[in-house]
Every structure is written in structure tokens, then in C-alpha cells.
């Protein structure tokens, strides 16, 4: 089905191999979960294989690649690629037209189209109407309905690109689950690669581990690959399945009801406690819009030197939670108020607005910096800066530290974060898992109070997640308290100290601290 | 899926409407149309035989009356302020009712004023009402299987209007995103300067990740079915004939009734 002999291929501008001295042949009908470290260039393979690199302005390939025996752009509609961005796929504005798209491009006769249309959007299981407007889609379902308009082409090769990086528990099950029924005649070919191993490793029947210089590390069933070649996986950051957390459970114990005051000095944060309120919503509602509140009434409490996790379903409003505690979006009722100490001086921002010192919605910028940063949930929105080391002292200038602790602090934490030998790069050229860890970097270099962050954990392996733990924690010791927005159910078993969970159906929430495993006694 | 989609082109609503049955481009080709006899007269009369048969024709087309009103409520607000202007400023002629200098209130600019009302709303009509709620799925396939405009032009730009409402969006995450790195209390031009270059970015990197999606799915070729045919009907047809009626009459009536003034 797909040969490839010492194929390589490098992006355009770039220096190195994206991946190299390639040699693979996988059969039709097989089903293969393809695995590296960051890094080595899984995602660039996908592409390549639906037919859609190639063109010469793109980068360029050594070897050959073929699908069927026909360069892969000379295969258009055999090949199906699935991204890791639910957005990325959609076309057009209706569910069917997207789906009949490819099958028009196909040149199939009309009258054909839509039974194949129908037919494709039973077998995904998305029974939705063919006019229903494909914005109104979540996640899941529009992966699905990617699927759908990949299976409308007859394809025989899926190609899926962590199809679901970004989705929630159930958004996951949906699309594993119409993946299953796909490939379940045997002869539809499906590459999937995904750093959650455990998602597919019942589904596949071979598993190829890509190294990180070129070549070939691992190239077997499953239970074989994981068994015979744990270490060396392990080492890679591959999420081997079965293999224990890469950082200890124990030492972090979940923390009961803040009731103590407010009251501690701001300049000495390790003297914090748990039993401080950093921020406290009174009556809160939020939303984007004043016309969809997304939740009501919230009254919780962001506690210091505590690890706080916001759970929920997709679409519930954690993200607009995590926007309206940091002081970035407006409540559309009720209050944010910040705790004495880290409130700053009130001060006139402008002409027409005051600070309002329990508020952080009306806080300057800067003033945010040391009291409350946020990591957004898509990193490219949050950078400003032509290189990762810039990014990094951004805050740091903005707050006019001087240059030589700028320095300081900025080389620092690239080394914390494994970005050192990236200083010099544009922050948008990063891959998905060193973006995240340059956006989360860019609050830590201000040292604020309170951290938010919105699926810190997202496309990481095995490593660069520890890593990413082990710094919350860190920041948890130093007495900031942090409040993360996710679904990854590892993040949520070494750190709910203190679990928010939002749902959509009835109206109030209160938030409680979790007892995982053990009663929760307060530290 | 439910059996009743088998086999069937769907539409955004079913046609229950008589304007549903019409082409979009129909629709377009009406609005442009009545621009005509708008545009080379300012008299009162034709404006006024426009605005009744085009009142009568979305009427009859199945355009809902109060629904119609409302979205005509910009131009209540904006068309008495053009009268107005013209009512004080105008050309004066015929009898002087009020001189105060520059604001000179006669016969002659009564009846500009009046003629500018009722072409402002003469104007706006067929906008709102036959293309305001265009579809622009269904404008795309008439462009490309009627006009013949080539399909990698219009679906391309069909695919990147899908992507403005993404832009509103992105505009807000990076107003939010620059107030939370210490840059918020710039200047509002330098942030927005800053913000557009980072939408611009953005921009690039969704329509790089459209454009692998699109061609992923086959779409390159110049050669392509269409699962929807658009075509013109009969409906079609006599819509064209009764604008094209409509817009003679309403100059031939200014002429016989010697209200006619060309611009100009």
C-alpha cells in the first residue's frame, strides 16, 4: 500500500531534517500507530503521505515515498489526513456540502453524491442535518465530520494526526469509536499518530517508532514494541501503556476549604498558605457574549500555594472561567475580587478609567504581570516577539527590570524549559509541544501570584509533561496559586489538589477540594 | 442520518417562499436594475412608482411585512436626515417659505427633499430585503455554474468567508492575549498596529491549513461536479421581466407626467 525508501523530507527555510532515511512498508488493511519524540518528525510524514507537501515551495524530499505505487499527489482522495485542529478540515458552512466537496472535486456524478454523503455520515455515527451550519459542531464532531468527507472519497489509507489532541473525554470516544467501525472491514489502511498511546493501542496491530535521527527505533505488534523496547520509549517521551506516571503521585496532598483570612505580606510569597484566598468570585456570571451566559452564580474561591483544576465538558465555559479570573474579560455580573495583598495601587489608567484595586478587570496591563498571568489556550495568540528569548523578557521589559536580570532570568528559564538551543527562533516556527512551554515560560518570567492556564499539557509526550508538572509544582511550593483548565486525566491525578467542575446542566457551582485516594488533610 | 436527506440536494430552508425560488443572482441582477432608473432621475414620481412595485413585489415574493419593517429601521433613522438637508440646503426655485441666508426653504427643494426620501428608501429595499439574506453557499454555486466564474476563485473565496467569523474571534483573544504580557496600556493605535500584524499572522497560518484541507480532498483540478445544480427557472424569468417593466414604467410615467429630471 505505502512504500517508502530512504525518504526524507526538510520544510523550506529550515536547516535540518524534519525526517530521514526513512525505509517502511505497510500493507493494505493494516492498522499502524506511528510514535516519536517531539520532534521527529511524525506529523510532517502525514502530509506527505495524503498527497499535500511535495510541491517545491513547500520544502523538499530525498528518496521515494509511494502509495500504491504512485507518488502520493498523484493519489488525491486514495489518502485521508485527519489534523490535530478540529477547525483546520472544515471547508464549507453546511455539513453536507463539506462532505460532498471531496467528492465533487472527484468529478462524481451528482445524483451519486448525496447518498455517498449520507452514507459516509451514518458510518461516523454524526447524525446530524445536512444543512446544520458546520460552525455549531463541537470538537468531536467535526473530526468526525472530517472523517466522513475523507470515507465519502473511498478512501483506502486514513491518516489520522492526533485527531485528538484537542478534544474532550467524550469528544475522544466519538472519533475512536467511528475510527473502529472504519477499519473494522479490514481493508481500510489507518496510520494514526498519538502521543496518548492508551487511545488506540487496542485498535492497532503494529506499532513504528521513529528516532529521532532518522530511521527506524521500533518496528512491531504492540505488546512486543512496548515490552521489548520500554526503555528506549520511555526515554523518547512515548506514553508507553501501563508504564507508572514520570512523577511521583505522593508529597502533594489535596487541600481542604480555604477558611482562614486574607492576610499575608505579597513581597515574601513562600509565606503564603493555603488557607489564602488570592481570588474569590462573588455571584459571578460569565460569557463572551451578554446575550450567552455560559454559567451562573459561581461563587469559588482561587486559594494560594494550591493547585486548582477547572473540569468539564467542552463548551461549558472553562475557558471563559479561566478569561474572567485573570482580569482579561468582563463579568457580565456579579464580581472578581482580588485579595489585599496582591491588589495594586489604585491608579488612573486613562483618561476615562480608574483601577479599581479588588477588581483585576480594571487593573493596567502591567499591573496583571506580577499578580495574575494567564497561558492562552492556542499559544500563537499570545506571542509578540520575533524570537523565544524576546518572548520570554517581554513581560520582564514591560515591568522595567534591568537588563542584566532580564538576561539573567530569560536564560534561565530557557534552560528550565529545554529551549536554550531555540533562543534565536521565531516562537511561531516551534512545534506544538515547545510552544506551549515557551507561552507558560512567558508568565513565569514575571513570577505572578496567580497562574492560569488553559490545557497546559496539551501535545506534549511523555517528558516535556513531567517537566511541565514538575514547574506547576514548583510554582505551588513558591505559594502562587494555580489554576489549570484540562481535560488530560494524568494532569488531574497528580494535580487536583483542588478540583473546580463545571457542568451544563444545573445552574450553581461550588467548588471542592478532591480527596483522591485519601482523606484531604490540610498540610 | 434520516432516510429523508437520502438522495436529496439540500438547501438552507425549505422553499416556502416564492423569493427562495428565485437564483441568487436573480436577486443581485434585481437590486442592480432598480439602481437604474434611481440613478438617472430625481424626481419624486418615479422613486415613488419604484418603491411601491418593489413594496408590492417582496411582498408578493413572501418577505414578511414587520419583518421587512424592522430591518428598514436604519433607514427611517438615516433617510428624513438626507431629506432634510435637502429641504433647507436644495436648490431653491417656485415659492420662498423661509430665507435665513445659506437655508433657503422653497417650493423647489420641498420637492427634493420629498424625491430624496422616498429614493433612499426606493434604494435600500431591494438590498435588504432580496440580498440581505443571500445565502453565500447558494450565491457560489450560481457564480461558478451559471456566470461560469472559475471554481477555484469562488469556492476559495467561499472557504475564506467561513473564516471571518474565525477573525472576530482571533481580534478578541489578541486584545486579551497582549493585556495579560504587560502590553495593554500601549497607545490604542500601537496596540491595534501590533494586534493586525499578529490577526495577519494568523490569518496566514489558517489559510495555509485550508488550503492543505482543501487539496487533500481532490480540489486543484479545474474540472468538478457540483452535488447542487443551480439553475434559472421560469421564476427566474418573470422576476427579471416585471423589474425590467417596473423600471421603464417608472421613468416612462415621469416623462408623461413631466416630473422627470435628469442628473446631471
Not at chain 1, 451528482?110 to 446530524?128: F, T
Not at chain 1, 489604585?346 to 499578580?371: G, K
Not at chain 1, 495568540?381 to 515591568?399: K, M, N, S, W
Not at chain 2, 439540500?10 to 443581485?28: A, F, I, K
Amino acid at each position: 500500500m505505502i512504500t517508502a525508501e530512504s525518504w526524507g523530507w526538510r520544510h523550506a527555510g529550515r536547516k535540518a531534517w524534519a525526517v530521514r532515511n526513512l525505509d517502511l512498508t505497510i500493507d493494505p488493511g493494516e492498522r499502524v500507530l506511528l510514535l516519536g519524540a517531539s520532534g521527529s518528525g511524525k506529523s510532517t510524514r502525514l502530509p506527505a503521505l495524503a498527497g499535500v507537501l511535495g510541491s517545491a515551495d513547500e520544502g523538499e524530499s530525498t528518496g521515494t515515498m509511494l502509495v500504491k505505487g504512485k507518488h502520493p499527489t498523484r493519489q488525491k482522495g486514495l489518502v485521508a489526513l485527519v489534523q490535530q485542529d478540529p477547525e483546520a478540515a472544515v471547508v464549507l458552512h453546511r455539513v453536507g456540502d463539506d462532505v460532498a466537496f471531496g467528492l465533487e472535486n472527484l468529478q462524481v456524478p451528482p445524483d451519486q453524491i448525496w447518498p455517498r454523503v449520507s452514507e459516509s455520515l451514518e458510518a461516523v455515527g454524526l447524525d446530524v442535518a445536512l444543512n446544520r451550519p458546520t460552525s455549531a459542531l463541537s470538537g468531536g464532531q467535526k473530526q468526525r465530520l472530517a472523517l466522513a468527507g475523507a470515507i465519502a472519497m473511498h478512501a483506502e489509507v486514513l491518516l489520522l494526526d492526533e485527531p485528538t489532541a484537542n478534544l474532550d473525554p467524550e469528544g475522544i470516544d466519538e472519533v475512536r469509536g467511528a475510527v473502529g467501525r472504519l477499519v473494522a472491514d479490514r481493508r481500510t489502511t489507518l496510520i494514526v499518530v498519538e502521543h496518548r498511546v492508551q487511545v488506540w493501542a487496542d485498535l492497532v496491530d503494529r506499532v513504528v517508532v521513529l528516532a529521532r535521527d532518522g530511521g527506524l527505533l521500533a518496528d512491531g505488534p504492540p505488546l512486543e514494541v512496548f515490552h521489548r523496547h520500554r526503555d528506549a520509549l520511555l526515554e523518547a517521551g512515548v506514553w508507553v501503556p501501563g508504564a507508572p506516571l514520570p512523577v511521583d503521585g505522593d508529597g502533594f496532598v489535596p487541600r481542604d476549604h480555604p477558611t482562614a483570612p486574607d492576610s499575608a505580606d505579597f513581597a515574601d510569597p513562600v509565606a503564603r498558605n493555603h488557607h489564602e484566598r488570592l481570588l474569590t468570585t462573588a455571584d459571578l456570571t460569565i460569557g463572551r457574549h451578554a446575550q450567552h451566559p455560559v454559567q451562573r452564580h459561581l461563587d469559588l474561591t482561587i486559594p494560594a500555594a494550591t493547585s486548582t483544576v477547572v473540569t468539564g465538558p467542552n463548551g461549558v465555559g472553562k475557558s471563559t472561567l479561566a478569561l474572567t479570573l485573570a482580569g482579561l474579560l468582563e463579568p457580565l455580573s456579579g464580581e472578581v475580587i482580588a485579595a489585599p495583598a496582591i491588589r495594586p495601587p489604585a491608579a488612573r489608567r486613562s483618561l476615562m478609567r480608574r483601577v479599581s484595586p479588588p477588581h483585576p478587570i480594571t487593573w493596567r496591563s502591567r499591573d496583571l504581570l506580577t499578580r495574575i498571568g494567564t497561558v492562552f489556550q492556542q499559544p500563537e495568540h499570545q506571542f509578540v516577539a520575533a524570537t523565544v528569548a524576546d518572548e520570554i523578557a517581554v513581560g520582564l521589559r514591560a515591568l522595567g527590570t534591568p537588563t542584566a536580570e532580564v538576561t539573567a532570568r530569560t536564560d534561565e528559564l530557557l534552560e528550565v524549559l529545554h529551549l536554550t538551543r531555540l533562543a534565536r527562533a521565531n516562537p511561531f516556527t516551534l512545534s506544538g509541544g515547545e510552544k506551549r512551554r515557551l507561552s507558560v515560560g512567558t508568565v513565569l518570567a514575571t513570577q505572578p501570584a496567580v497562574i492560569l492556564l488553559d490545557e497546559p499539557t496539551f501535545g506534549q509526550d511523555r517528558n516535556t509533561w513531567a517537566e511541565l508538572v514538575r514547574l506547576v509544582r514548583a510554582s505551588v511550593d513558591e505559594g502562587r496559586a494555580v489554576v489549570s483548565v484540562t481535560h488530560d486525566q494524568a494532569y488531574l491525578s497528580v494535580l487536583a489538589q483542588h478540583r473546580i467542575a463545571l457542568t451544563g446542566g444545573p445552574d450553581r457551582h461550588d467548588d471542592e477540594a478532591t480527596t483522591p485516594g485519601r482523606a484531604g488533610a490540610p498540610r | 442520518m434520516t432516510s429523508a436527506h437520502v438522495g436529496l440536494a439540500p438547501s438552507q430552508s425549505p422553499p416556502t417562499r416564492l423569493l427562495d425560488r428565485l437564483n441568487p443572482l436573480t436577486r443581485v441582477a434585481i437590486g442592480l436594475v432598480m439602481l437604474v432608473p434611481l440613478v438617472i432621475t430625481i424626481d419624486w414620481l418615479s422613486a415613488a412608482i419604484v418603491l411601491l412595485g418593489e413594496l408590492l413585489g417582496v411582498l408578493l415574493l413572501g418577505v414578511k411585512l414587520p419583518q421587512l419593517l424592522r430591518r428598514l429601521l436604519p433607514i427611517f433613522l438615516v433617510a428624513p436626515i438626507g431629506a432634510l438637508s435637502m429641504a433647507l440646503y436644495g436648490k431653491p426655485g417656485g415659492r420662498v417659505h423661509l430665507d435665513w441666508g445659506v437655508i433657503v426653504v422653497s417650493d423647489q427643494s420641498l420637492a427634493l427633499a420629498g424625491a430624496v426620501l422616498v429614493r433612499v428608501f426606493a434604494l435600500a429595499l431591494p438590498a435588504i430585503a432580496l440580498m440581505g439574506s443571500l445565502d453565500p453557499t447558494d450565491l457560489a454555486d450560481a457564480l461558478a455554474q451559471i456566470l461560469k466564474l472559475p471554481a477555484r476563485f469562488v469556492l476559495g473565496t467561499l472557504a475564506g468567508v467561513r473564516m471571518v467569523g474565525l477573525f472576530v474571534d482571533d481580534w478578541r483573544a489578541l486584545g486579551q492575549a497582549r493585556r495579560a504580557r504587560g502590553l495593554g496600556d500601549q497607545g490604542r493605535l500601537r496596540r491595534w498596529a501590533s494586534m493586525a500584524f499578529g490577526l495577519l499572522v494568523q490569518a496566514l497560518r489558517r489559510g495555509t491549513s485550508l488550503a492543505t484541507s482543501m487539496e487533500a480532498r481532490g480540489f486543484g483540478g479545474n474540472q468538478r461536479t457540483w452535488a447542487r445544480s443551480s439553475r434559472l427557472t421560469g421564476a427566474d424569468a418573470i422576476a427579471m421581466l416585471v423589474t425590467l417593466l417596473l423600471a421603464a414604467g417608472a421613468v416612462m410615467a415621469a416623462i408623461v407626467f413631466d416630473t422627470l429630471w435628469i442628473t446631471g
